[in-house]
T-cell receptor, first 114, second 111 residues
């Protein structure tokens, strides 16, 4: 049973560039959430996608956008990168409609902005 | 958003019990979670508890919830060196929605 997968593992970008991160949910899951984890901090919720729509959003600027595809996989896009966007980006998947919505995390994408 | 607070560091000897504490401020928190993160890895869901429960036990893990004081603890019995990691407390007002994490407690288990 495949768990949550993310690509790429590591990424280095220059300030002002744009980046796209990808996530495939755990088999059987239909909901994807994205989190940003800065060094030494806990993860911060960015947004959640269900049925190809953004269902909830955290306190992140519009430079952060996402998409969910019919196969439930998801992309996180960040425009006009800032040095402060350097972080580990985590994707979590869950199954809506279940009694307890356990969120399972992928290994993350380490983004470095120089 | 509402705060989730954890002590930053805990050191225990192998074989002892570890107790990691967490406090939260959102009185509408419905679900409370403990996640484990090993170096360079994502987060592993360890256990969770509903706000209408006081305690949950799962093998070596015991979660205690004091809803009145908004205090959550994770006890690890017979702590092993493989338990060394960062442990995150998280809360959610609705299951399946955004998780609000603390900054994590770094657990070091020494032989």
């Amino acid at each position: 049973d495949a768990g949550v997968t993310q690509s790429p593992t590591h990424l280095i970008k220059t300030r002002g560039q744009q980046v796209t991160l990808r996530c495939s949910p755990k088999s059987g899951h239909d909901t994807v959430s994205w989190y940003q984890q800065a060094l030494g901090q806990g993860p911060q919720f960015i947004f959640q996608y269900y049925e190809e729509e953004e269902r909830q959003r955290g306190n992140f600027p519009d430079r952060f956008s996402g998409h969910q595809f019919p196969n439930y996989s998801s992309e996180l896009n960040v425009n006009a990168l800032l040095l402060g966007d350097s972080a580990l980006y985590l994707c979590a998947s869950s199954l809506m409609g279940q009694g307890v919505y356990e969120q399972y995390f992928g290994p993350g994408t380490r983004l470095t902005v120089t | 958003g509402e705060d989730v607070e954890q002590s930053l560091f805990l050191s225990v000897r192998e074989g002892d019990s570890s107790v990691i504490n967490c406090t939260y401020t959102d009185s509408s928190s419905t679900y409370l979670y403990w996640y484990k993160q090993e170096p360079g890895a994502g987060l592993q869901l360890l256990t969770y508890i509903f706000s209408n429960m006081d305690m949950k036990q799962d093998q070596r893990l015991t979660v205690l919830l004091n809803k009145k004081d908004k205090h959550l603890s994770l006890r690890i019995a017979d702590t092993q060196t493989g338990d060394s990691a960062i442990y995150f407390c998280a809360e959610s007002t609705n299951s399946g929605y955004a998780l609000n994490f603390g900054k994590g407690t770094s657990l070091l288990v020494t032989p």
